[in-house]
């Protein structure tokens, strides 16, 4: 199939789930930006880039790369949180929307979504497509909401109503190291222990400035 009807096809797709999850949807007037859509999603926007994900036996591969042509070529970039918040992706093998966080997608750009445990039972430095469905924007829009507020949201973990850190054990914090990491950067103070013990302290680098308001 033509890539241009492939690329329909996705976004018609993640509109019509967004919709149904009660998100409005935007759209540029003009193509070729870095965003296809924009989410509205308590009251908050989102900048959201759509792509075609592609089952390959166990895992959903999802790749947040371009490639364009330029005078010197074809010219090969990854999104950044600079120009994009989020990328959609559909699989037509499963007929369903993923959504991931700029924040988490690795420099390479690509990411794997398992759909299944792995053999010998490794945890570590994996991601699984049942934390990854499209309606967890709803979620990544509160938390970088409560940024300034209410330090963020809960959807995987409990996260306190007060100021008081998160706790989690290592082995927690190995298995959800990207999570962990994006709520760290929304300001939510994180202590990681290590054998009952606090073995270390996330804190952002820098302040963030969130979504578009």
């Known amino acids: 199939m033509d890539p241009n009807r492939i690329g329909a096809i996705a976004e018609t ?10 998100f409005e949807v935007y759209r540029p007037i003009v193509d070729g930006g870095r965003c296809d859509f924009i989410f509205y999603v308590e009251s908050r926007l989102v900048r959201v880039q759509c792509k075609t994900a592609r089952r390959r036996g166990d895992v959903v591969a999802i790749a947040a790369r371009t490639s364009r042509r330029a005078p ?17 992706a559909y699989c037509a093998e499963l007929d369903r929307c993923f959504a991931v966080p700029i924040a988490e997608l690795p420099p390479s750009g690509g990411m794997h979504l398992r759909l299944a445990p792995t053999r010998n039972g490794q945890l570590a430095g ?28 809960n959807p995987l973990s409990s996260t306190p109503s007060d100021d008081s850190p998160t706790v ?29 013990k606090t073995h270390l302290r996330l804190t952002p680098a820098a302040p963030q400035l969130g979504l578009v308001a």
């Open 72 to 88: 010197e070529g074809f010219r090969r970039t990854v999104y950044t949180s600079d120009e994009i918040d989020l990328i959609a």
């Open 13 to 22: 797709k993640i509109a019509a789930e967004a919709t149904r999850l009660g």
């Open 126 to 153: 994996l991601h699984f497509a049942e934390d990854y469905p499209l309606g967890a924007v709803a979620q990544l829009a509160e938390r970088r909401h409560g940024m300034a507020e209410a330090r963020g949201s």
């Open 168 to 196: 989690i054990g290592a082995h927690e914090f190995r298995n959800r190291f990207g999570w962990y990491m994006e709520r760290a950067a929304a300001g939510e103070p994180i202590l990681i222990t290590r054998r009952g």
